[in-house]
């Protein structure tokens, strides 16, 4: 049997939060390479072992609810762009419009005139000219 796989065993493993404390790490090794600044270098250590923390850990609810709650940070700063991208992709056949009530993003197709728009959180209804 590979004894990598043995020594994994029960054992959190990689993860998102791993692979983002591993390339943070990266980026410190870099930083530290580039200024020579010794506080870069502490920085890269500290991911190292926290790297290390995390996929030898045995604890893996805890390193789960971790995980989780990192995803949900990222996905809070993702979205905003993901949003921009989309609309800089379709800008020629869809227009995105705000919600009066809710605010909320309201995609509508281009060149149909006079549109009725029933938005999909709060239910108001509006005509907007597209």
């Known amino acids: 049997m590979n004894p990598f ?3 994994l065993y029960g054992r959190n493993g ?3 939060l791993a692979i983002a404390v591993i390339v943070a790490a990266g980026v410190f090794l870099i930083a ?3 200024t020579g600044a010794v506080v870069f270098s502490f920085a890269y250590l500290a991911c190292v072992l ?3 923390f995390r996929i030898m850990s045995r604890n893996i609810h805890a390193r789960r609810s971790e995980n989780i709650r990192f995803l949900s940070f990222a996905n809070k700063l ?3 762009v993901k949003l921009r991208v989309r609309m800089l992709r379709e800008r020629k056949t869809h227009k995105y419009l705000r919600c009066p009530k ?3 993003m309201l995609r509508v197709p281009k060149g149909r005139g006079k549109v009725n ?3 999909s959180k709060c239910g108001i209804e509006f005509i907007k000219q597209v």
Do not use: G, T
Request: proline share 5%; glycine share 0%; net charge positive.
């Open 78 to 80: 993702r979205s905003p």
């Open 102 to 104: 809710c605010r909320a």
């Open 32 to 34: 530290s390479a580039v």
């Open 14 to 16: 990689v993860d998102q």
């Open 50 to 52: 926290y790297f290390l």
């Open 5 to 7: 796989r043995n020594l």
């Open 117 to 119: 728009v029933r938005c």
